[in-house]
Each structure stands twice: as structure tokens, then as C-alpha cells.
């Protein structure tokens, strides 16, 4: 590769590595190490050596020096900068211009506080991933980061996100006595009709406050006796059995009358 540099014969890198079937981080610590000779050579070039007898005409060892004292440039061994390839995103190194630095939340932020309380509600009810207790910090700062998009991003109001935590973590939700909301990452993560689980728990929320419509279901005459016992309802001439109850003339089956 040198030997190619001085002769104003160097070929790309790819032709090296195939050539001698390196890889590509040997080819570039080679390449960095002719570089660094060749640039020392040219250096060295343009010292002149005071060891040296001057022959005829000022030069030294019988070799004609230029005139006007001008030090020969050697072009062909002129060092070659090769293009730096760019730094991977994986390379989490500060310096690296193309890492994403990570946004840290104030411990008095609202997405802050409200990620706080909802971790640690999550542990008082015994719900939450034993990893999350491992790193405090590191998990606050991500439930910090699932309100923050839930609010930012989403478009829920504060009013709206509490107003589903205090439903969801409560003891006798289903989610929390089955183990199965163990972190508020979940709340923006869809569920397999593509929901985002926040919008889900939201509807089931808003279902579970609609009253409940009791339809009338159609009981056995010893059912019925047994109702209209529990509602205080004595049966005589003055009060008939179908003044309070249907008869399916059918099935012969009663049911509460209209």
C-alpha cells in the first residue's frame, strides 16, 4: 500500500480488503498506519541533515540540491485523509453529534408527579413489575415520559388521566386483581385491535357508570312465589297474582307485569 502511495498508484479501499481479504476495521487501521508514515516520511523530507558533507554546488553527498534553497515536494506520498464514517446512533458516546440525547423530566412537572403517583400506587396494591422497583429513578422518568405523550402527544387533558387512574387503580378493578396492568407504559401501547390501551380502559370506565337495564326474566311458578315473597307481595282476591305478574300461557311461565 505504500509502495502503491509513493508511485501515485493507490487504489481504493475496497480493492485492498479484497486483496488481502481483510475486514473493514483492519483495512482502516492499516490504511491509518501508512498514513502515518508516509507523513512522517514527508517530514522528514524537509528537514535538511547538518551530518551531512555538502558536495559541489552546495550539495550534499554529490546530490543536486535545488536552487533558491527549495526542499523537493514529494506529492505522491502526500498523506490521504479518508472520509471518517459516520458514527453509529448504537454509539451512545457523549461526544457523538448523532446520538439522541434523552429528555429528563423535573420532579415538578405534572407528567412527573402524576407518573410518581401512579408507580407507587401500583406497588401498594402489589401490582407492578418487580424490575420497576430495581431503578427508581429510570422508572419515573418513564411513566414521566407516558403522561408527558399521553397529554402532549394524545391530546388527553390532566382532568381526564387522573380521572382514569383513580377508576383503574383501585383494588377491585379486574386489571389489578389479575396482574394485568403492571405499569403505565401499557396505557400507550395498543391492544390487539389496535387500541391504545388508555382509550379502551377509558370506554370501559364510561360503560361501567351507565345504569344498568334489568330485563324481565320469565321464572317457574315456585320462582315466582319465591319474588313476589321477597318483594312483600301477599296474593288475595283484592290483590291477584296477575295483578303483579304475567302468565305465558305458552310455557307457562310468569314474569313481573308491565
Not at 401498594?124 to 424490575?131: A, F, N, Q, R, W
Request: hydrophobic content about 35%; some cysteine; charged content about 30%.
Amino acid at each position: 500500500m505504500l509502495y502503491d502511495m509513493m508511485n501515485n498508484d493507490l487504489k481504493r479501499q475496497s480493492d485492498y480488503q479484497k486483496m488481502w481479504k481483510w475486514t473493514r476495521g483492519k483495512l482502516r487501521q492499516e490504511w491509518a498506519k501508512i498514513e502515518a508514515q508516509a507523513s512522517l516520511f514527508y517530514l522528514k523530507s524537509q528537514q535538511p541533515n547538518n551530518n551531512q558533507k555538502n558536495g559541489p554546488n552546495g550539495s550534499k553527498n554529490g546530490e543536486v540540491q535545488p536552487e533558491n534553497n527549495q526542499h523537493i515536494v514529494y506529492d505522491n506520498i502526500i498523506p490521504i485523509t479518508s472520509a471518517s464514517p459516520k458514527p453509529s446512533a448504537n454509539n451512545k458516546n457523549i461526544n457523538n453529534p448523532h446520538t439522541r440525547k434523552l429528555k429528563i423530566y423535573g420532579s415538578k412537572e405534572k407528567c412527573f408527579l402524576v407518573g410518581k403517583d401512579c408507580l407507587n400506587r401500583l406497588a401498594k396494591l402489589g401490582s407492578i413489575y418487580p424490575s420497576l422497583l430495581n431503578n427508581p429513578d429510570k422508572s419515573r422518568q418513564m411513566a414521566a415520559k407516558v403522561f408527558d405523550l399521553l397529554h402532549r402527544k394524545d391530546g388527553y387533558s390532566w382532568a381526564r388521566i387522573e380521572k382514569l387512574l383513580n377508576w383503574l387503580l383501585d383494588e377491585d378493578n379486574w386489571w389489578i386483581l389479575n396482574l394485568k396492568f403492571r405499569s403505565p407504559a401499557k396505557l400507550r401501547k395498543p391492544n390487539d385491535e389496535g387500541v391504545l390501551f388508555f382509550e379502551f380502559f377509558d370506554g370501559q370506565m364510561e360503560a361501567e357508570k351507565k345504569p344498568k337495564v334489568k330485563t324481565k326474566s320469565w321464572m317457574t311458578y315456585s320462582q315466582m312465589q319465591s319474588d313476589a315473597k321477597r318483594r312483600n307481595i301477599s296474593f288475595s282476591a283484592i290483590n291477584p297474582v296477575d295483578k303483579y305478574y304475567e302468565r305465558n300461557e305458552d310455557t307457562n311461565m310468569w314474569r313481573l307485569a308491565v
